[in-house]
Antibody, heavy 122, light 108 residues
Framework: QVQLQESGPGLVKPSETLSLTCTVSGDSVSGYYWSWIRQPPGKGLEWIAYIYYRGDTNYNPSLKRRVTISVDTSKNQFSLKLNSVTAADTAVYYC????????????????WGQGTLVTVSS | EIVLTQSPGTLSLSPGERATLSCRASQRVNSNYLAWYQQKPGQAPRLLFCGASSRATAIPDRFSCSGSGTDFTLTISRLEPEDFAVYFCQQYANSPLTFGGGTKVEIK
């Protein structure tokens, strides 16, 4: 059973950089796409970015200028950096795996981490 | 960007009743690449596998997905207590990937 676990600071100051890591267990990051999704408290979901294990990336244009997603296959992890944060970036951040079936990737998310709340505040 | 509009915002129903949730897209969703998720308080969303190809991790038969083009529906034929939750739709036909605002199914 694939499991994902987010880790990183729960509090970030405005204008600083939010950094999160997702550790994957139960399977290898190799062969899959991996993603970050966020959810402000009481609100809906926003896709941030995804990365292929070989390093190919795709970003949401609304966040692209401030986001970097990376993968470390040796550690079976992938990471998110979001710079110049403001209070609007306060959210639960989820890492997730892109679904794969019958040799095809479907950009929906079949495994999720439990989520980590990141609050932007001084 | 494809904007997804879910309705109603809240659905108040009793166990055993039928729930019909709508997701409307601002433009055609090619190949019907539209997914549904269930989210309970304090939990991550859970993908609802509607396709026969994924029956190994399928959802109960009382859940069914339908629709094409711009109009999609998630139907829960008879609500069980564990079905009361928030449901989101997501399109994965175009980038950026987008989600609907959600429908809360609450106990009446």
């Amino acid at each position: 059973q694939v499991q994902l676990q987010e880790s990183g600071p729960g509090l970030v100051k405005p204008s600083e950089t939010l950094s999160l890591t997702c550790t994957v267990s139960g399977d290898s990051v190799s062969g899959y796409y991996w993603s970050w999704i966020r959810q402000p408290p009481g609100k809906g979901l926003e896709w941030i970015a995804y990365i292929y294990y070989r390093g190919d990336t795709n970003y949401n244009p609304s966040l692209k200028r401030r986001v970097t997603i990376s993968v470390d296959t040796s550690k079976n992890q992938f990471s998110l950096k979001l710079n110049s944060v403001t209070a609007a970036d306060t959210a639960v951040y989820y890492c997730a795996r892109v679904a794969y079936d019958s040799s095809h990737y479907y950009y929906k998310f079949d495994y999720w981490g439990q989520g980590t709340l990141v609050t932007v505040s001084s | 960007e494809i904007v997804l509009t879910q309705s109603p915002g809240t659905l108040s129903l009793s166990p055993g009743e039928r729930a019909t949730l709508s997701c409307r897209a601002s433009q055609r969703v090619n190949s019907n690449y539209l997914a549904w998720y269930q989210q309970k308080p304090g939990q991550a969303p859970r993908l609802l596998f509607c396709g026969a190809s994924s029956r190994a991790t399928a959802i109960p038969d009382r859940f069914s997905c339908s629709g094409s083009g711009t109009d999609f529906t998630l139907t829960i034929s008879r609500l069980e207590p564990e079905d009361f939750a928030v449901y989101f739709c997501q399109q994965y036909a175009n980038s950026p990937l987008t989600f609907g605002g959600g429908t809360k199914v609450e106990i009446k």
